[in-house]
C-alpha cells in the first residue's frame, strides 16, 4: 500500500471525518436487504473506536439527484451500523451546516454520528469546493474507506484532502488496494479471469489490459453474446451491443496474438421472456433460435469453465453467468461461484452484482477477497489512477 493508512496516525482523542460506501440495496418497506459494504467498513470504524476516536461517517446513498429525497435517507443504514456495532449511531438531519457543525462539536471519545445523503447536495457530485470545505469543518483527520466511491472525484471522496490533513486510508481501503493490486502487477500464475454481466461495452478497457497478464480468459453473461456473434455463432434475440462489434473482433484477435485462452459459453439456458416462470430450453451447437434469448450458461459450459478453473493459482471474478436475480437463470452462477471457490490460490471477487450472487451461495469465506467496488475494482484493474486514492498521503 503505496499510501499511509489509519494505524499510521495516533488517533486518540480525534474527530475523524470517514468516507464510508454505505450505498446498500433497500426493500420497499425501507430496510437493508445486504449490509455486506456496512460490515465490510466494522474493522475501520472498530479500530478506531478503540482507539479512542470519535466518528464522523459520510456516504451516499442511491441516485437522489441533488435534492432531498426521504427514500433515500440513511436512516435505515443507522439503525443497521448501530446493531452491528452494539452501540449508538445517530443520524444527522444534514451532511453540513451549522445544527451539523454543533452536533459534531458536542461528539465525545467513541462517539458515532452518521451524516444524512451526501447527494442530497449537488454540490457532492461537483467536486465544489465550497462544499468540500464544508465537510471539512467537520474533522480533524480525514479517513477515506470508501473503496467503491474511489473511482469518482467528487467532493468527499477527493476535494475534502485538500482543506483537511492529513488524509489516510482506511482498513478497507488498504485491503482492497493490497489484493487488487497483487493480481494486477504480480499475480501467480496461471492467472485465469472470468468475466460477466451485461455488457461488453462495460468491460472493454479491462479486458484489453488483462490480456497481457491472464493465461485464460472465461466469459459469460450477456457480453457474451456480442463476441459470440462475431464469431458467427447464431445469438437469436440475445443481447448484443451493435457498436462494440469492432472492439469484439479487436479483443479476440488480441487473446490470438497474446496465446490466450479465450472461452465463451457454447451451451445456453435460453428463453423467450426474463421472466421467471418464462419456460427454458438449453442449446448448444445449433446455436439459439430467433425469438429466444441465451440467459445463463448451461452445465457443460460450467464444466468447461471448471476444468480451467482447477488450473489457476490466481483468479479475478467479476459479473455474474446470468440473469441470476431469477431461479431458472441462476445454476451457471452458482456453479462458478463454487468452482472459484475450490480454487487453492487467490480468489479475488468483485462488483455489486457478483456480490450479490455469491450471497446467494455458502461460498464467500472461501474467498481470497471480496471487493466492495464495481466500477472502482474495474478502473484499479484496468491500471487507472483512481481520485479518491490518488488524493491520500503517501507513506
Known amino acids: 500500500m503505496p499510501k499511509s493508512t489509519l494505524r499510521d496516525l495516533a488517533i486518540r482523542g480525534k474527530r475523524l471525518f470517514v468516507r464510508v460506501d454505505f450505498n446498500v440495496p433497500l426493500s420497499k418497506t425501507g430496510e437493508v436487504t445486504d449490509d455486506t459494504r456496512i460490515r465490510a467498513v466494522l474493522p475501520t470504524l472498530n479500530y478506531a473506536l ?6 464522523v461517517l459520510a456516504s451516499h446513498l442511491g441516485r437522489p439527484r441533488g435534492k432531498v429525497d426521504p427514500a433515500y435517507s440513511l436512516q435505515p443504514v443507522a439503525a443497521r451500523l448501530q446493531a452491528l456495532l452494539g452501540k449508538p449511531v445517530r443520524l444527522a438531519s444534514d451532511c453540513i451546516g451549522a445544527d451539523t457543525e454543533a452536533l459534531v462539536r458536542a461528539l465525545r471519545p467513541g462517539a458515532v454520528l452518521l451524516l444524512e445523503n451526501l447527494r442530497f447536495h449537488a454540490a457532492e457530485e461537483k467536486n465544489d469546493a465550497a462544499f468540500a470545505q464544508a465537510l471539512a469543518r ?9 473503496f467503491g466511491a474511489a473511482h469518482r472525484a467528487h467532493a468527499s471522496t477527493a476535494g475534502i484532502a485538500a482543506y483537511l490533513q492529513p488524509a489516510v486510508a482506511g482498513l478497507l481501503m488498504d485491503a482492497e488496494v493490497t489484493h487488487l493490486s497483487k493480481s494486477r502487477r504480480q499475480p501467480e500464475q496461471p492467472l485465469v479471469a472470468v468475466l460477466g454481466g451485461a455488457k461488453v461495452s462495460d468491460k472493454i478497457p479491462l479486458i484489453m489490459n488483462l490480456l497481457d497478464k491472464v493465461s485464460a480468459l472465461l466469459i459469460g453473461g450477456g457480453m457474451a453474446y456480442t463476441l459470440l456473434q462475431v464469431q458467427g455463432y447464431p445469438v437469436g434475440d440475445s443481447l448484443v451491443e451493435p457498436d462494440c462489434l469492432p472492439m469484439a473482433r479487436d479483443i479476440l484477435a488480441k487473446a490470438l496474438d497474446c496465446r490466450v485462452q479465450c472461452f465463451l459459453p457454447r451451451d445456453h439456458v435460453i428463453a423467450q421472456e426474463i421472466k421467471a416462470d418464462a419456460p427454458t430450453r438449453v442449446v448448444a451447437d445449433e446455436g439459439i433460435p430467433a425469438g429466444w434469448k441465451g440467459l445463463d450458461i448451461a452445465m457443460p459450459t460450467v464444466q468447461r469453465f471448471g476444468a480451467v478453473l482447477r488450473t489457476a493459482r490466481t483468479v479475478v471474478w467479476n459479473g455474474p453467468m446470468g440473469v441470476f436475480e431469477m431461479p431458472p437463470f441462476r445454476q451457471g452462477t452458482v456453479e462458478i461461484a463454487q468452482a472459484v471457490a475450490a480454487c487453492t490460490g487467490t ?4 462488483g455489486g452484482d457478483t456480490i450479490a450472487a455469491l450471497a446467494l451461495t455458502d461460498c464467500s469465506q472461501a474467498m481470497t477477497h471480496i471487493s466492495t467496488g464495481g466500477g472502482a475494482s474495474l478502473e484499479f484493474l484496468e491500471g487507472k ?8 498521503n503517501d507513506r
Open 50 to 55: 478503540d482507539e479512542g476516536a470519535s466518528l
Open 138 to 146: 467537520l474533522g480533524e483527520v480525514y479517513v477515506n474507506d470508501a
Open 347 to 350: 480468489t479475488v471477487v468483485g
Open 385 to 392: 489512477t483512481l481520485p479518491g486514492i490518488a488524493c491520500l
